[in-house]
């Protein structure tokens, strides 16, 4: 599906992270102080994971006192939930399939832009993922996140299937919520698998495939001409 993933919600929402730890609204000072403690907790977790990881490392990746840490954060695991939150948010953050696609464009080229973009942010962000996949296993907010995010990935990939199946694009006897979650579900545990695992696959080569899987589940075509005689045959 048209899947619009936003390389600047993690930006974002790191450098307007509202408050100090207890302290009320920060300062433009403050703000890039925190910043730059969460770049630099990023660049640890990923480096060492997060059992490994020690607050005294984040600070000096950061050019910080140890002290300076507890200004803004409590611990790691805060810290740690405000960038999974921020990274799920990233990698997620989708508009409606279609509702920003060109009026002639095939619905085929629709989802392979979807594919193409979900993936490429996942690639990009690999080794914090991978991170979060495992502290989700043991932490119960980072898994909440995890699965709040996910339902509303699944909600917009709804939509944009009731869309295709009212504009005669789509088998309309798919039940869309169950696609939905089953259809993301795949694209997700794949990027996983190829990222966190150590696949080796072509990225053209995947993103046509779990394109063509999506199509064919929901039975939506795969050409323009097949569009046009779908398009044609609904009116």
């Not at 409590?74 to 989708?94: G, M, P, W, Y």
């Not at 502290?135 to 990939?157: C, I």
Request: without cysteine; glycine residues 8%; charged residues 25%.
């Amino acid at each position: 599906m048209s899947i619009i993933v936003s390389n600047l919600g993690y930006n974002r929402f790191m450098a307007t992270a509202p408050t100090t730890n207890g302290s009320g609204p920060l300062s433009a000072k403050g703000h890039r102080t925190r910043a730059r403690l969460l770049e630099a907790a990023r660049t640890v977790f990923e480096r060492d994971g997060f059992l490994s990881a020690r607050i005294a490392d984040i600070a000096e990746v950061a050019g910080l006192s140890h002290g300076s840490f507890y200004h803004y954060f409590d611990s790691k695991e805060e810290v740690f939930r405000e960038l999974a939150n921020a990274q799920e948010v990233s990698v997620l953050t989708i508009h409606e399939p279609g509702e920003h696609a060109p009026p002639d464009q095939a619905p085929i080229d629709r989802i392979r832009e979807g594919t193409r973009h979900y993936l490429e942010a996942y690639k990009r962000d690999a080794k914090l993922m991978r991170v979060i996949e495992e502290v989700s296993r043991y932490d119960d907010e980072v898994l909440a996140v995890r699965l709040e995010r996910q339902r509303e990935f699944a909600e917009k990939l709804q939509a944009g299937i009731i869309r295709l199946q009212r504009e005669g694009l789509a088998d309309p006897n798919v039940d869309p919520r169950y696609a939905a979650y089953a259809l993301g579900g795949m694209i997700a545990k794949f990027a996983e698998m190829w990222f966190g695992q150590g696949g080796r696959y072509s990225m053209n080569r995947v993103v046509e495939q779990l394109s063509l899987l999506w199509a064919n589940a929901l039975g939506v075509p795969t050409s323009n001409n097949a569009r046009k005689r779908r398009v044609r045959a609904a009116r």
